[in-house]
Structure formats: C-alpha cells, structure tokens
C-alpha cells in the first residue's frame, strides 16, 4: 500500500537537545511538506519542498530544519533554538502535477520535550 | 493572504441527526476548497474537495460540502451522523504561490456526537 509514514509515534527529549522526525513516502509525489498542530490551532506549515534538493520556508520555520536529499524522504529536525517545541507534528505530500492541490497526510509524531 | 475561518470550536450533534460545520475564506481568486477529519492522535484524512465545477461536491463516509461564492463559504453536511464520526474537522483553502502548492488550514471544529 502506497502511504505516508512517520516515526516514532512518541518521541521524548530534554531541552536543549536536538531531535529529529522522520518522514517517508512512497507515493512517488515530488511535494512534501511539514506542518505543527497544536490544540486550537489548526496546522501551521514549517517548511515544504517542491522537488530534491530544495525546500522553502514556511509559516513558522524559525528554530527548525530539514533536507530533501531523495524524493521520498523529508526529515524534520527541532533544534535547541526552538523556544517551544512540544507538539503534534504532521508530514504530508502532494502531486503538484494534480492541479487540485490536495495533501495527504501520515499518521504524525507527538514530541515532548521537558 | 489567504485565511479561513471555522467559527464553532466544539459541536454536538445527537446520532442519527444531520449535521452542518461552517467554513468561510478569504481568498483573491477561485479557490480550491478542502475539508479534513482527524481522528485523536491520528493524520489527517481527505473528505472532499472543491476545485471547479459543480458547487455541491460529495466526498467519503456520506459527507457533501456546498461552495458558495458570493458567501465565501464551503460548509460541510451529512444527513444523519453516526457516532464514528466524532472526530476534528479541518477546512482548507488552497493556493499556489512562487514556492509551489500551499494549504492554509483553519483552526478546526471539534464534534461530539452523543448516543
């Protein structure tokens, strides 16, 4: 089955430490993406990458990072430089060939950080 | 910039009884229109989508969604709501920018559904 997928479920790090979440997919779509949720806030985008090799900034970028080095893999790290980073984390792709823009999205990673 | 706004946080509907959630955007050009549910502790899964077209759009688990212009609003019905559909709505409005395809999510409706 074609999917989206992440991991660990949990993850729990003390502050000051860097982690990183993983993002796989095998839908062979060039777009992914990596939002945050938090309670009453609906998602908010960190950053997306259209194609390898290159990735843009999103709403809220600042203390985050990532790479694009093959298509199907897009992971995610929290640095120390993020000033609150306990959160539900979502990765998802797209097919920007399909005009219609929809998302699909993994299962997502709880990060507690204490 | 692109917005939208789902006005009721938390709803509760009675099992077998129909259910509408609002969603308004703001957005400058036709705008593609999504709707989301999430289960606790789970991804985002695809009900619908508005692109063009018809402007009532029927998507999975018996859920429609009317697209009207001139209210700038994408509101989600079901007839009658079983209680697995308890679950977080999202309402999204899609747009292309120099970076690409980007989703623009509201904040989300909580429903209960009681038994």
């Known amino acids: 089955d074609g999917g989206i997928t992440q991991s660990p479920k949990y993850l729990f790090r003390k502050e000051g430490q860097n982690v990183t979440l993983s993002c796989e997919q095998n839908l062979n779509h060039d777009a992914m993406y990596w939002y945050r949720q938090d309670p009453g806030q609906g998602l908010r985008l960190i950053y997306y990458s259209q194609i390898v090799n290159d990735f843009q900034k999103g709403d809220i970028a600042e203390g985050y990072s990532v790479s694009r080095e093959k298509k199907e893999s897009f992971p995610l790290t929290v640095t120390s430089a993020q000033k609150n980073p306990t959160a539900f984390y979502l990765c998802?792709?797209?097919?920007?060939?399909?005009?219609?823009?929809?998302?699909?999205f993994g299962p997502g990673t709880r990060l507690t950080v204490t | 910039a692109q917005s939208v706004t789902q006005p009721d946080i938390h709803i509760t509907v009675s099992e077998g009884a129909s259910l509408e959630l609002r969603c308004n955007y703001s957005y400058g050009a036709t705008p593609y229109l999504f709707w989301y549910v999430q289960s606790p502790g789970q991804g985002l899964q695809l009900l619908l989508k508005y692109f063009s077209g018809d402007t009532l759009v029927q998507g999975i688990k018996g859920f429609e969604a009317e697209f009207k212009r001139s209210q700038s609003s994408f509101n989600l019905r079901k007839p009658s709501v079983h209680w697995s559909d308890a679950a977080e709505y999202f309402c999204a409005v899609g747009v292309l920018t120099g970076g690409g395809n980007k989703l623009t999510f509201g904040t989300g409706t909580q429903l209960k559904v009681e038994l």
């Open positions: 998802a792709s797209s097919d920007p060939r399909r005009t219609t823009y929809e998302q699909y």
